[in-house]
Structure formats: structure tokens, C-alpha cells
């Protein structure tokens, strides 16, 4: 059983930036690639970034290409979501997420999940 912590969520003006942390209990962590998820209020959750086991490989929603950039350090078990010019509609409730696959933006391939972290956005 792996446990992920986020943190790093907060209130932001738009423009601004802030860098997420998911903490995993696991000092497996490098065989799962992590996943980055968002849920705004009353809509569905959607995939926001992935990265695989080694970092090599990293993959974006459209939504946020070119402002958002994952990372990951194996050694201290932890990934990353640093997240730049965000905007209003960036407001959400945001996941990390670890899969035994490798490199996978599909939700149902991701088995273990954090609690979330609340990022909000004013115009």
C-alpha cells in the first residue's frame, strides 16, 4: 500500500505560481509512474500531467502545456507539479497519483491516490 501526500496547494493571484509535492510512504517509488489529476467543483476529474518511472518521459493535458512542468526525485520519493501563469480556470482540487504502468494519462490505470490539494485562483 502506498500513501501520497500533496501538499503545496494555496491562493494565488492569476499569473502567479506555486509548486505542488506528493509525498509517497513507498521506498518503491521509482517502480510507479505518477500521475497529476484535477477536479473543479462540479465537474469530472481530469488528467492534468504524467511522468513515467525514471523521469524520462513526461506527458501534458493540452490545458495546461507550456505552463505546467512535472518532475520527479527518486531519491527523496517525492514528485512535482510546478505550475506557472495560472489562471482562473486552474482552480481546482489536485491529485497525485501513482500506476504500476508505465507512462499512462488514464485514471483507472492509477491505483493509489492522495487526498488532494486545494489550489484557487483569483482573477
Known amino acids: 500500500q502506498v500513501q501520497l501526500v500533496e501538499s503545496g496547494g494555496g491562493l494565488v493571484q492569476a499569473g502567479g505560481s506555486l509548486r505542488l509535492s506528493c509525498a509517497a510512504s513507498?521506498?518503491?517509488?521509482?517502480?510507479?509512474?505518477m500521475g497529476w489529476f484535477r477536479q473543479a467543483p462540479g465537474k469530472e476529474r481530469e488528467f492534468v500531467a504524467t511522468?513515467?518511472?525514471?523521469?524520462?518521459?513526461?506527458g501534458y493535458a493540452d490545458s495546461v502545456k507550456g505552463r505546467f512542468t512535472t518532475s520527479r526525485d527518486n531519491t527523496e520519493n517525492t514528485a512535482y507539479l510546478q505550475m506557472n501563469n495560472l489562471k482562473p480556470e486552474d482552480t481546482a482540487l489536485y491529485y497525485c497519483?501513482?500506476?504500476?504502468?508505465?507512462?499512462?494519462?488514464?485514471?483507472?490505470?492509477?491505483?493509489?491516490w492522495g487526498q488532494g490539494t486545494q489550489v484557487t485562483v483569483s482573477s
Open positions: 497519483a501513482a500506476s504500476v504502468y508505465d507512462y499512462t494519462d488514464y485514471a483507472r490505470q492509477y491505483i493509489y
Open positions: 513507498e521506498r518503491t517509488f521509482s517502480r510507479y509512474t
Open positions: 511522468i513515467s518511472r525514471s523521469g524520462g518521459r513526461t
